[in-house]
């Protein structure tokens, strides 16, 4: 069964700048369409970029489009999420999600994916 694993999250000051991993194990990401989603103390969580399994789709939030950059690497089965130019607000948990669909747009739903990672923590703080 297909498990990811997310490191990077750090404690860091506005400005500053981070790269997520996204690992995977039992599976290929290749096949699968990938989240990230980000969720901070009482809100909801909240899709920030997607990329496509094959079509070659990538898709960010308004909140982090210029700023945060999705990417895979086929030789390591990850997903890295690169973060640059951080804010407070980008402070949360964030996870990677995947599909086996096909899917288009960082709009799907959390509910919609079918394997999650455990998460990791992202400060920006001053």
């Known amino acids: 069964q297909l498990q990811l694993v997310e490191s990077g999250g750090d404690l860091v000051q506005p400005g500053e700048s981070l790269k997520l991993s996204c690992a995977a194990s039992g599976g290929t990401l290749d096949y699968y369409s990938i989240g990230w989603f980000r969720q901070a103390p009482g809100k909801e969580r909240e899709g920030v970029s997607f990329?496509?399994?094959?079509?070659?789709?990538?898709d960010y939030a308004d909140s982090v489009k210029g700023r945060f950059f999705i990417s895979r690497d086929k030789d390591k089965n990850a997903v890295y999420l690169s973060l640059i130019d951080l804010k407070p607000e980008d402070t949360g948990v964030y996870y990677c999600?995947?599909?086996?669909?096909?899917?288009?747009?960082?709009?799907?739903?959390?509910?919609?994916?079918?394997?999650w990672g455990q998460g990791t923590q992202v400060t920006v703080s001053s």
């Open positions: 990329i496509s399994s094959t079509s070659g789709i990538i």
């Open positions: 999600a995947a599909d086996r669909r096909e899917l288009t747009t960082v709009q799907t739903p959390a509910y919609e994916y079918e394997f």
